[in-house]
């Protein structure tokens, strides 16, 4: 609990006392080679998309000379791109409304109430998070497809997904639940305002950094999901990783036209998660030591 | 998302006044009236739809892969050829389900040996007062929120044998490159796969020894500085001792991750060359779709589950426990 508190602003760091100062040549010289060797592969695919597919076999490590444009021009000019975007952006948007909706409610009295069941009922969700989806894809599959008759549809993905993020959406958002002063919620009560009431109007907006997230979470795992969309989605239905995945397969010719692909289709997730990056940080850090 | 962002700012103004009166009104005793009735309709209410949800979506098809596991059945047709334990002998038997054990075992262990020590030394490295550290601790998170999928169409480009950028690097140190490439050679398969594992898993383990990190009081530093320690031993005697409990949680999260490996192998590998990368579940989403075999897929989906709950709970015994006594 305390410590979703103190580690909420780790721009606090910076500005500690000088121990231990900065780094000789050594230091920059091994984070360079950090650097390089992480965005090296995601360079390679975003200036590649620049190049033609004569220039990569050439020289594969080269850079764009001339640049060319005409391959992130023909995927966003391409129908089937923007249709795997809406497919994937309406599955992620419907997974995490589920999973950060139906969290919340059940983190709720998990972190509020007093009952003889809560802590079973919390161990059921720290279990959840034991079940890898991977256990449960080829029925998930028959109940989807068959039973539900929701194969190749958007909720058929999507609610899967949101049940398989809950158990980690619980146990992220009851410590913040917790941290919340009681004080405010026992002064609305006095004031005639029901349990639910207080949820609603109390517990859920001042949770928010925690929904926030772990909606991030729900939502990127759902637009970098391949294996349940696999089994589910075809053709037009199809999701962005299962259309970078054909695509690459299709088109092995084209390397140049698969890594401008690849390039636009990972932009999304990356710029979300890189703007709420610290709010993500602090909610991991709470989770984790919670 | 949306929803939750429209409400937020409103949120404090609002309850600020609402927090002050409590103050004065605390003394009239716990105004929560806990009605039996009422208060049990509330928990229901509030958690029913979490439950139902998991109980659909997670619990019935683990149940129903455990029931599949005991018939043989091609996925049509009523389910009613009971075959008792056979589907876990023939998958216990066979060759390419035991290699895939082995796989996810070797990825366990790699991660634990190779990913622990290279994330320490950068969260290590990362948490020096060097400039530009904030985009440093951005930039090594890169390659963690990249899809499984995207990373692995991109590695298979730097992977081709030949002409690939891997191939040219490895040239210009002046070593030969296999002549079938880095995913063709079965000897090194595995390997290559874990060093793309390793590529994209690496920013989870920084950033959570990071955060780690920065638990650690100043003043401990601080301390040890005019005791004249230098900075490797400050690490050694109090960042690190420090960071165990953030080691142990991410050692499981890892060991977890490492058992259920599919997306990066299907994309990269698809399991080859010659079985080489097959790893539990693509064994079973190989069974269950490709061969209509759903008894085996469901026989390898319940000792995919053992097998990852009984490490889970061995873990939370011998190694996790530890936190939690030594917290109280």
Known sequence: ?290 | MAQTGAVAPAAPAAAEPVARRAVSRRATGHPAGSGGWRKRLEILLFVTPALALMAVFVVWPVVAAVRMSFFRWKGFGPMDDFVGWNNYALVLKDQVFTDAVMHNFVIVVLSLLVQLPLGLAIALLLNRKIRMRGLLRTIVFVPYVVAEVIAGVVWFQLLQPGYGVVDGLVSAVGLTPPEQGFLGTPSLTLWTLFVVLTWKYLGMAILLFLAGLQGVPDELYEAAQIDGASWWQAQRRIAIPLLGPTMRTWAFLSMIGSLQLFDLVWVLTGGGPANATTTMATYLVNQGTARSNYGIAGAASVVLFVVAFVMAVLYQIFVLRRDTTEAR
């Open chain 1, 1 to 290: 609990m305390a410590t979703v508190t103190t580690s909420a602003g780790p721009a606090r760091a910076p500005r500690r006392s000088r121990t231990f100062g900065g780094g000789g040549p050594l230091v920059y010289g091994l984070a360079a080679v950090v650097v390089a060797l992480t965005l090296g592969p995601v360079l390679y695919g975003a200036l590649g998309g620049f190049r033609t597919n004569e220039q990569l076999a050439r020289d594969p490590a080269g850079l764009p000379d001339p640049w060319v444009f005409s391959n992130y021009q023909g995927v966003l000019t391409n129908d089937a791109f923007w249709r795997y975007a809406v497919n994937s952006t309406v599955v992620a948007v419907v997974t995490t409304v589920v999973a950060v909706l139906f969290g919340v409610m059940a983190a709720y009295p998990l972190a509020r109430y007093q009952f003889r069941l809560r802590e079973p009922l919390f161990l059921v969700f720290v279990l959840g998070l034991l079940f890898p989806a991977a256990v449960a894809i080829i029925p998930l599959f028959i109940l989807v497809t068959r039973d539900l008759g929701l194969g190749n549809t958007w909720w058929g993905v999507a609610l899967p997904q949101a049940a398989f993020a809950l158990p980690m959406t619980v146990v992220i958002l009851r410590p913040f639940l917790m941290a919340i002063p009681r004080e405010l919620e026992e002064a609305a009560l006095i004031d005639g305002a029901s349990r639910v009431g207080v949820f609603w109007r109390i517990a859920l907006p001042l949770s928010a950094p925690g929904m926030i997230t772990v909606g991030v979470l729900a939502f990127v795992a759902s637009w970098n999901a391949y294996l349940l969309p696999l089994l589910l989605l075809r053709d037009e239905m199809r999701t962005l990783p299962l259309g970078v995945a054909d695509y690459s397969t299709e088109h092995s010719a084209d390397t140049a036209g698969v890594l401008a692909f690849t390039t636009i289709a990972m932009i999304p997730a990356l710029v979300l998660f890189l703007a709420l990056q610290k709010r993500i940080v602090s909610g991991l850090q709470g989770a984790v030591k919670g």
